[in-house]
């Protein structure tokens, strides 16, 4: 069972990859081997002063996520994703969440080391 | 009588507004600079520093040995400062605001008290008064922990009796808040310019709702813009004290005096806010605050 989440905009494969993660609209999970998507709403992390990153990292840990694709990642939720052992693809913001699978698939998206963006809500 | 000199922005001169009301002060007097992501009080005060301590904060600390990972204390935290997740347990420190509530609720016991540094505290003389003061550590963002541990020696420095005046943070964040929500009168410093009106306006709006008694200080009076002058009558916010525009005061300023001491005319403009900061805090009846 290998599964993904990809932040987006909207719960289907053509909706439009979000560049936040902790503030993520929501995330389309994908089973990479059956290849069926699962829609989890981020809407509770929106609301958050603080922690949005963590809170999210919660809600896709739980979905037993292994990998995520996204666009810009925090220190603290980068932090969270490698302690829970979620690798990241950051840096994917203008595509879609298809395009984004797919460069992931072809093997073209490289494994973050290290969070991309400052620290701030 | 605690007083909270406070401004919408920074750099209109709340600073020396707070020194020179120290100085010009008529009875024992503790100057408390709140502004502690940059505080400057005491390059104006210079006082005479007689202690200081560190400011720390209690942040979890988790022994995994007895942690059954339920969730209780992830549950209760609601600055996600302490996450389960599965068999794993992670704490950010620099996300916890101290409030010990995930070590009441752990079943196991698993978690103990630990210690994160946010600044210092220290405390002194001035020529008039005493001088408090709280300073956050660089790249720290949790004020408002360490703004509490300066308003508890606050309390105990005033205990013997005597004024306070607070150098509140700028802005309308949570930190100013926090810092004039013990006064009991509120003084906003402004100036007459178009980005100093909009940022007064915001204060005041937020200020507004903790029914202190407020008045306003406008620093470099006379540079045109009027809308304040018409804001501060229709909301009936008097205006206690106008300090001009002048090149003699901005010098001073620039090498860190205080303008009370630039010339006779501006102490008698202090002396005077002064006497009207007493009867705002006590209409019709001294010796009680009004607001108690
Ligand atoms: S002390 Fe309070 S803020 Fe800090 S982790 Fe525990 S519950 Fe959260
Ligand atoms: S409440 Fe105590 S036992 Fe439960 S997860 Fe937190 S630390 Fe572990």
Redesign the pocket.
């Known amino acids: 069972m290998h599964k993904i989440a990809i932040t987006s905009e909207g719960p289907s494969l053509d909706d439009q990859l979000d560049p936040r993660f902790g503030r993520a609209a929501g995330f389309v999970v994908v089973d990479l081997e059956t290849m069926a998507t699962q829609y989890l709403d981020n809407g509770q992390s929106q609301v958050m002063a603080q922690g949005a990153g963590i809170q999210a990292t919660e809600l896709i840990a739980r979905a037993g996520v292994s990998c995520l694709l996204t666009g810009f990642v925090g220190p603290k939720a980068f932090k969270a994703l490698a302690a829970v052992g979620i690798k990241v693809g950051q840096n994917l913001e203008g595509l879609t969440v298809r395009q984004a699978v797919e460069r992931f698939q072809a093997g073209q998206v490289e494994m973050a080391q290290a969070a991309n963006r400052e620290a701030g809500r | 009588m605690i007083i909270a000199v406070a401004s919408g922005k920074g750099g209109t001169g709340k600073t020396t507004v707070t020194a020179s009301l120290a100085t010009v002060w008529d009875g024992p007097v503790l100057a408390v600079d709140l502004d502690v992501e940059e505080p400057n009080l005491h390059l104006f005060l210079q006082p005479t520093i007689e202690g200081s301590a560190p400011a720390q904060l209690t942040v979890p600390v988790?022994d995994e040995a007895?942690?059954?990972?339920?969730?209780?204390?992830?549950d209760l935290c609601q600055f996600k400062a302490?996450s389960?997740m599965g068999q794993l347990?992670l704490t950010f420190p620099e996300m916890c605001h101290g409030c010990g509530g995930?070590l009441a609720?752990?079943?196991?016991q698993?978690?103990s008290p630990g210690q994160r540094e946010l600044g210092e505290i220290s405390w002194g003389k001035t020529g008039g008064g005493g001088f408090l003061s709280g300073r956050l550590r660089l790249g720290e963002a949790m004020s408002p922990p360490l703004m509490r541990q300066v308003k508890a020696r606050l309390n105990q420095m005033l205990a013997a009796g005597g004024d306070a005046i607070i150098d509140a943070p700028p802005g309308v964040s949570c930190p100013a808040v926090n810092a004039v929500i013990d006064s009991d009168v509120i003084l906003l410093v402004t100036e007459p310019t178009p980005f100093g009106f909009h940022d007064f306006r915001l204060a005041w709006e937020a200020f507004a709702s903790l029914g202190k008694p407020m008045g306003t200080v406008v620093n470099r009076a006379g540079l045109g813009h009027e809308a304040i002058y018409r804001f501060c009558e229709e909301k009936g916010l008097p205006i206690l004290a106008e300090i001009p525009y002048d090149r003699v005061i901005a010098e001073a300023y620039a090498r860190g005096r205080i303008v009370a001491e630039v010339s006779a005319e501006l102490q008698e403009t202090f002396v005077s806010l002064l006497s009207q900061v007493r009867d705002l805090a006590e209409p019709g009846c001294p010796g009680q605050a009004a607001h108690a």
Do not use: F, M, N
């Open positions: 988790v007895r942690c059954t990972y339920c969730g209780a204390c992830a302490i389960v347990l995930c609720v752990c079943p196991e698993a978690i």
